[in-house]
């Protein structure tokens, strides 16, 4: 089925997920009506979403023009980029997905934990390759981000070349592998059409600071530090785990490592020799007791504060293996992601309370740099590529709005530069880009294994749950005989305290009553009916007396004698 927003000989670009957020991100390129996805992301809730694990995109435009599509190409394996793989999988026929280096270590990490997923062939790809299909020539270059192996993927059309940079900064000292930026000068100077760009850090004026800085950083921490060190980082960062476990080497100390993704990240990155540890320095967790404290580095998850991770259990006391104790020394190799500031500022007060010295990123010491490129970062590639069209993606709408003013200074024309939102549909030809429409995009909440399983009524109902409490009432009914056989029974939670309110709880039982009687007296009973009254008539009530709707739950018990 062909996207009818667009003309004949005009290339769609949409997102259905990462415009006007950090997360989930997943574009799609329609040329010559062949359907190309780059990634497939997820994104973590934030705590309006009340139980949620995670958000995905809505997939609805994929399965009705799964027909059209030529694969899946992921640019790195970030989980905002991958995490929805299987979900995406589950629902939609994806012939191959195009993946490089550590990225397909994660993905096939997640076919094991999605095993009723049938998944189809990844292929390798390396910087150098090339892949042909119908009038589109794909081809990748090398950027530098915190996970190895991150690409930006090049689209060569009969209107132009298109350039989708992925995530990236500017690092001219990395740890891994450099930027190919004679890559980028040469379509640069070929001539490229449009650029879709990473606007993670387009406020920031300021210069990201090298991983290898970093690097130093920390193993003047750990030559400073007498006790044991906890260094808490990101599972995903292999450049700084491999940093923390060549840092605890120098200074003689062995590795024990906590948290199920940092043990895989581990895992992979040894697989893929991102990660080289000399032997004898990773120890298990009941080793840890038996060496002395400067001997001991012990590498966490939990540098968000999330509250299951290894280094929350740590705070709390919970953790099964390691308690802390005076003379630790936490390090955050980490900044917090918008939205986790309370959670790290609850899992900081609690290690200071264990009398416990922590070390975050800051003035006093380099523990952690962004992988997203600041204002002169992207005005750098933007120079390079020199795009005749631009499209900010990857952030909120105030980032993408600062990265359009960054490409105008850099030269591109006002009137070619596009700010949408997710389903949005940018139709372009050689000569101009427009918006053409929009296709069907949303989010779909996963709240355990289902999909889809959670909608906006279900998070209305847990909102009012916490904010207002749950009331119910039970309702003993013959309904042969069209009586009540005893009086409505109060159960309240969260909404008011039973004992000291008898006189409230006594009075909406008796209204209860009166519209159960009233309900009885009808020819055919219909609980449904009498249920739909009580909770109609009772949180008017209730509202009238408190100020406050908690969710009110009848329960009707048909006590009848035949």
Do not use: W
């Not at 540890?277 to 080793?287: A, C, E, F, S």
């Not at 940018?426 to 427009?434: F, G, K, L, Q």
């Not at 005989?481 to 939670?493: E, L, Q």
């Not at 009254?533 to 908690?550: C, G, M, N, W, Y």
């Amino acid at each position: 089925m062909k996207n009818e927003l667009l003309q004949t000989g005009e290339i769609g670009i949409f997102a259905l997920g990462g415009l006007g957020e950090v997360g989930k991100n997943m574009y799609i390129y329609e040329i010559e009506d062949q359907i190309f996805i780059v990634d497939s992301g997820i994104l973590f809730p934030d705590d309006h979403l009340l139980g949620i694990d995670y958000v995905i995109p809505d997939y609805t435009y994929l399965i009705e023009n799964q027909d059209r599509i030529v694969g899946l190409f992921i640019t790195h394996g970030h989980e905002d980029h991958i995490g929805s793989i299987p979900y995406l999988l589950k629902q939609v026929n994806i012939p191959k997905i195009y993946a490089s280096g550590i990225a397909i270590d994660l993905i096939e990490y997640k076919f094991m934990e999605h095993k009723d997923v049938k998944h189809p062939h990844i292929e390798a790809y390396k910087s150098h390759y090339k892949y042909t299909f119908k009038n589109v020539e794909i081809s990748f270059i090398r950027m530098t981000h915190s996970i190895p192996d991150m690409f930006g993927i090049v689209f060569k059309t009969k209107e132009g070349t298109l350039f989708h940079t992925g995530d990236f900064k500017v690092d001219f000292t990395p740890v891994g592998p450099p930027c190919e930026f004679d890559k980028l000068a040469k379509i640069g100077s070929e001539g490229v059409l449009c650029m879709m760009s990473d606007s993670t850090n387009s406020e920031r004026d300021e210069l990201i600071i090298s991983d290898s800085k970093v690097g130093k950083s920390i193993n003047e921490l750990f030559t400073r530090m007498t006790g044991r060190i906890i260094i808490a980082t990101f599972a995903s960062n292999m450049y700084r785990i491999q940093q923390i476990i060549e840092s605890a080497v120098l200074n003689k100390r062995k590795v024990a490592v906590f948290g199920r993704s940092m043990e895989r990240a581990i895992e992979a990155g040894m697989q893929t020799g991102y990660i080289k540890v000399p032997k004898d320095t990773l120890i298990t967790g009941d080793q840890v007791n038996r060496l002395k404290p400067e001997q001991i580095c012990l590498l966490v998850t939990g540098s968000q504060g999330e509250p299951l991770a290894a280094l929350s259990r740590i705070a709390n006391g919970t953790h099964r293996q390691v308690q802390a104790m005076a003379g630790d020394t936490v390090i955050f190799s980490s900044s917090p992601i918008p939205g986790n500031q309370e959670g790290v500022n609850r899992t900081i007060n609690k290690l200071f309370r264990l009398d416990v010295n922590v070390i975050t990123h800051g003035p006093l010491a380099d523990t952690h740099t962004s992988g997203h490129g600041a204002q002169n970062d992207l005005k750098l590639i933007l120079s390079l590529v020199k795009p005749k069209m631009f499209i900010p993606v990857h952030g909120e709408h105030r980032m993408l709005k600062h990265h359009k003013q960054l490409a105008i200074e850099c030269g591109v024309n006002p009137k070619n530069i596009l700010i949408m939102d997710n389903g949005e549909v940018a139709a372009v030809n050689r000569d101009h880009i427009r918006l053409a429409g929009k296709v069907h995009s949303g989010e779909v909440y996963i709240d355990g294994t289902g999909i889809g399983d959670i909608g906006s009524v279900v998070l209305k109902e847990r909102k009012t749950l916490s904010e207002e409490g749950l009331f119910s009432i039970v309702l003993s009914i013959d309904s042969d005989k069209k009586k009540m056989v005893n009086d409505p029974t109060i159960i309240s939670r969260g909404f008011i305290y039973m004992r000291g309110n008898e006189e409230l709880t006594g009075q909406l039982a008796n209204e209860a009553k009166l519209i159960c009687q009233k309900e009885l007296q009808a020819k055919v009973i219909n609980e449904l009916h009498l249920k739909n009254a009580v909770i109609s008539h009772l949180s008017d009530k209730i509202f009238e007396i408190t100020q406050r709707r908690p969710l009110i739950i009848p329960i009707v018990v048909d006590l009848k004698t035949t």
